[in-house]
Nanobody, 114 residues
């Protein structure tokens, strides 16, 4: 399984960004697709996830600001981020759990700064 993340960049506080994760397999059958992030000097943490059934879960620090979605026709998972804060600055990683096997995409940098 290969995961190709894109869409990171720099934005001012309060701005928006959208991340994409293109998978090399059908995401319809993947148990869980997720976005994680890792800020400098901190551990990698879950941001949001979506199951094969379409259920979503968010970390408390992004609830109401971020939305995870998927396009099963394009095998792509998205993370729409709004009301971004400086503390959202991190490398964001796409993750897939395919029947217990974990896969990571390369990270994409999100920087929120004035």
């Amino acid at each position: 399984v290969q995961l190709q993340a894109s869409g990171g960049g720099s934005v001012q506080p309060g701005g928006s960004l959208s991340l994409s994760c293109a998978a090399s397999i059908s995401i319809f059958r993947v148990n869980v697709m997720a976005w994680y992030r890792q800020a400098p000097g901190k551990q990698r943490e879950l941001v949001a996830r979506i199951t094969s059934g379409g259920s979503t879960k968010y970390a408390e620090f992004v609830k109401g600001r971020f939305t995870i979605s998927r396009d099963t026709a394009d095998n792509t998972v998205y993370l729409q981020m709004s009301s971004l804060k400086p503390e959202d600055t991190a490398v964001h990683y796409c993750h897939a759990n395919d029947n217990g096997w974990p896969y990571w995409g390369q990270g994409t940098q999100v920087t929120v700064s004035s």
